[in-house]
């Protein structure tokens, strides 16, 4: 079984700063991760995904994601934030092999100050 | 790429009736389709999953009577919520794996159910 935890359910940050989100997972067998943003009353968009190989996955919009299987660990960062970032932010995680069930964290609601 | 529509994007039912609910992929190939629902400021909880041609496997907790599944092809599925009650206000989102490659699922905009 896994699981997802995303610490801090609310996180807030002026416009210009670094974003960090926070993720960890528990995972029997090597897991596929990944990030998804959703914007109200809309579906899931993928941010980026980590299979195998490079550890630092580059995403869209400027969002990044760097594997550290010692911290079981999969925090997505931004350099600068913009306005238009300000959404909800899941990670999830399933395993090699298995239908692809996701099992998502409770999500990261983000603010951006301006 | 990779695009998923469902309709509607919202509906409105008297308690009682039932709804269904379309999740298509526009532009692949779905060999397994995922429903989940949401609640208000909370994370996805998958319902179930389907192949196309085959029944859907649900989820512990999640009433295979009320909550039907078909996936008759490889680009629709359908949600039926029979016999829908105040509780069932939920919103809906599916998402499918594209034929071939199994590690991404792409997620549907979402479909708001409210009964009254």
């Given amino acids: 079984a896994q699981s997802v935890t995303q610490l801090g359910s609310h996180v807030s940050v002026s416009e210009g700063a670094l974003v960090l989100l926070r993720c ?6 090597p897991p596929y991760l990944f990030w998804y943003v959703q914007y109200p009353n809309q579906g899931l968009q ?7 190989g490079a550890t630092l ?3 869209i919009n400027g969002f990044e994601a760097e594997f550290k299987k010692s911290e079981t660990s999969f925090h997505l960062t931004k350099p600068s934030a913009h306005m238009s970032d300000a959404a909800e932010y899941f990670c999830a995680v399933t395993l090699r092999g298995s239908a692809r069930q996701l099992t998502f964290g409770s999500g990261t609601q983000l603010t951006v100050l301006p | 790429g990779a695009v998923v529509s469902q309709h509607p994007s ?3 039912c008297k308690s009682g009736t ?9 532009d692949f190939q779905a060999t397994t389709m995922f429903w989940y629902r949401q609640f208000p400021k909370q994370s996805l ?4 999953t389907s192949n196309e041609g085959s029944k ?3 989820e512990q907790g999640v009433e295979k009577d009320k909550f039907l599944i078909n996936h ?6 359908t949600l039926t919520v029979t016999s829908a009650h105040p509780e069932d206000s939920s919103f809906y989102i599916c998402s499918a794996n594209e034929r071939g490659l199994r590690d991404t699922q792409y997620f549907g905009p979402g479909t708001r159910l409210t009964v009254l």
């Fill in chain 1, 24 to 29: 960890n997972y528990s995972s029997s067998v």
């Fill in chain 1, 46 to 52: 993928l941010l980026l995904k980590y299979t195998t």
């Fill in chain 1, 57 to 59: 996955v580059k995403g």
């Fill in chain 2, 10 to 12: 919202w509906v409105i």
């Fill in chain 2, 18 to 26: 039932s709804v269904k609910i379309e999740c298509r992929s526009l």
């Fill in chain 2, 45 to 48: 909880m998958l319902m179930a």
């Fill in chain 2, 56 to 58: 859907a496997t649900y």
């Fill in chain 2, 72 to 77: 008759a092809s490889l680009t629709l599925s």
